[in-house]
């Protein structure tokens, strides 16, 4: 779950993943909206593919990302559970007089 918290800490990569949400598109047409290097870029989808938030599929000479919206939603799943009472702390509770 880190390596996707880590993923998503970046404005850059997050706007990644949001284009992709329409669709997949090629690593040039991503990376033409975006005001930096291409190994900058190619650092970015590298962290997105660590994360397993993104599948680079090789078509000709192009890289086409598609977004794994399923691994985003279990890792938020995730997180967002380690934050309701367990049942354990709900029992531990004094009973109400």
């Not at 190994?39 to 598609?66: C, N, Q, R, W």
Request: avoid cysteine; hydrophobic fraction near 45%.
């Amino acid at each position: 779950m880190s390596s996707v918290f880590k993923a998503l800490s970046d404005p850059t990569r997050r706007r990644v993943l949001q284009m992709l949400r329409a669709g997949p598109l090629a690593a040039g047409e991503i990376s033409d909206q975006f005001d930096v290097s291409k190994p900058t870029m190619s650092a970015h989808f590298a962290v997105l593919k660590e994360a397993d938030l993104v599948h680079a599929e090789k078509v000709g000479k192009a890289v086409i990302y598609h977004l794994k919206l399923s691994v985003l939603e279990d890792a938020l799943l995730g997180f967002v559970s380690t934050f309701e009472p367990s049942a354990e702390a709900s029992s531990a509770k004094a009973p109400v007089k």
